[in-house]
């Protein structure tokens, strides 16, 4: 959290994707690996405000060590895309984008096949055990996201789409 | 006595009010006793703040219940605000619950409204939000300076070679604390070493949820890093972590028969040290599980060949 900045913490009205007929939400949470510290609080804050647990596995992103390079923690949380893969694969329909453009996963319709989890880019939507349905990020229905709340170092920012753009691609050296 | 009893500032009370927490009492008396020796070693109207209670750790509470975190911890920072102290945190932790409590409750005047009104139904002064929340670093490097910090290292450390750990809470306003940390470090003349586990968190706030990971995938890294490059001591700010670090020491010895040797040492022990107080002084020996006895010794050997 850039504690100094005044920041948005909720989900304001969907922004329209230029060139498209698609709207994405206006805010979306980034991960920034120079500052992660692995501490893990971001997925325990996601369990507990989910699940009521501190157990880490019930969180809906993930962090871990990158196999590349040690102390250095990578992360996997969902962007809520414009083109979602998660949706377009799911053969019963269950994923769907709410007014506020969060990518949902209904759970009366999911048969957890976990095609969305083959789908997706970095693997979001996990299966829930108890359940068996996938399940994946809310965005904590529109509200302060718990995982941004938690961290502490600063590595998850909360930030306008093209904000988030531009920090995604300075990390990535300009590309 | 509740916190309605809460008394006024008296003659005895200091500028700087020393918020504990709950581990620097209960594992860390040398850091404790250094902390104060430091502070009045440079001049600082320093001593502890009066009736506090659980810090509050927000990343548990927040969680649960933000309103329910920040009206607790409330209560610490309307009891120093009553005291009219500046409140001092040495643990990372409680430094964050108190730091981000206030800058909340200064962003959002409802949450001070609700906060207000429970305080009330306590028996409390209600906050008016003018308190001051410090991390005791930030004390050292504004208040006093390097440069009088420097000017009172009588005893450089030369030649004691230490890795540090700064805490994912001292993170908070990015770089700021630990470059402070660092500076002060560098101050005592100690060498510091690079590891890539330096930024990793201690495993504390992963404890909750899984112990293996948090005690072998974070601090062992960590320690079997200090371990492997045999240096003398391993630095830290926060007492939070330090109950890792005396956590990780057990089980290791326990549960894989590997017995650590690198002494977990406070900033202001290193301080105190180069200040010219003797080991002695802050109870350096004692209630440890690894102990410093290596590491006196080498003071002490370099200080004769120094002499």
């Known amino acids: ?175 | 006595m509740t916190t309605a009893q809460t008394k006024n500032k008296t003659d005895d009370q200091t500028k700087y009010g020393y918020f504990l927490g709950c581990v620097m009492p209960a594992k860390m008396p040398w850091a404790e006793k250094a902390t104060m020796l430091v502070s009045k070693h440079l001049g600082l109207d320093f001593g502890y703040m009066k009736e506090t209670l659980c810090c509050v750790r927000p990343g548990v509470w927040k969680a649960v219940n933000p309103d329910w975190w920040l009206s607790i911890t409330a209560q610490n920072l309307a009891n120093a605000e009553k005291q009219g102290i500046v409140m001092v945190d040495t643990c990372n932790g409680c430094y964050v619950s108190h730091y981000e409590a206030i800058q909340e409750l200064h962003e959002e005047p409802e949450k001070m409204k609700m906060v207000n009104e429970h305080l009330v139904k306590a028996g409390m002064d209600p906050l008016k939000g003018t308190v001051r929340v410090r991390h005791y670093l930030e004390l050292l490097y504004e208040d006093v300076g390097m440069k009088k910090i420097k000017a009172n290292v009588v005893n450089p450390l030369t030649g004691i070679k230490i890795m540090r750990h700064v805490g994912c809470h001292a993170r908070k306003r990015g770089d700021i604390l630990p470059n402070y940390f660092d500076e002060i470090l560098k101050a005592t003349g100690v060498e510091i070493i690079d590891t890539p586990y330096d930024k990793t968190c201690c495993g504390l706030l992963l404890y909750f949820s899984d112990s293996n990971q948090s005690i072998l995938d974070r601090i062992g890294k960590k320690m079997l890093t200090a371990k492997e490059l045999n240096v003398d001591a391993y630095a830290i700010i926060c007492s939070g972590c330090y109950d890792q670090f005396d956590r990780a020491v057990k089980v290791y010895k326990d549960e894989k028969g590997i017995a650590f040797d690198t002494p977990i040492v406070h900033f202001s022990e290193l301080l105190a040290l180069a200040f010219g107080y003797k080991p002695e002084d802050f109870g350096m020996m004692y209630c440890r599980p690894i102990p410093t006895t290596k590491l006196i010794d080498k003071l002490k050997t370099l200080k004769e060949g120094k002499q």
Request: charged content about 25%; hydrophobic content about 30%.
């Open chain 1, 1 to 175: 959290m850039t504690s100094e900045a005044k920041i948005q913490k909720n989900l304001g009205k969907p922004i329209p994707v230029p060139g498209t007929e698609e709207k994405v939400s206006d805010l979306v949470i980034v991960h920034d690996p120079n500052k992660c510290t692995g501490c893990g609080q971001c997925m325990i804050g996601c369990a507990y405000k989910h699940y009521k647990t501190f157990d880490r596995k019930f969180g809906l992103l993930y962090v871990n060590e990158s196999p590349d390079r040690k102390g250095f923690y990578v992360n996997a949380n969902c962007q809520h895309c414009v083109y979602p893969m998660c949706l377009a694969s799911c053969p019963k329909e269950a994923i769907f984008k709410d007014e506020q453009s969060i990518v949902r996963i209904s759970p009366m319709l999911c048969v957890g096949c976990g095609t969305c989890n083959q789908a997706c880019p970095i693997a979001i939507p996990r299966l829930d055990e108890e359940r068996k349905i996938y399940v994946k990020c809310d965005f904590c229905d529109g509200e302060y996201p718990m995982c941004f709340q938690m961290c502490s170092p600063g590595a998850l920012q909360l930030l306008p789409r093209k904000e988030a753009f531009e920090l995604v691609k300075k990390l990535r050296g300009g590309k």
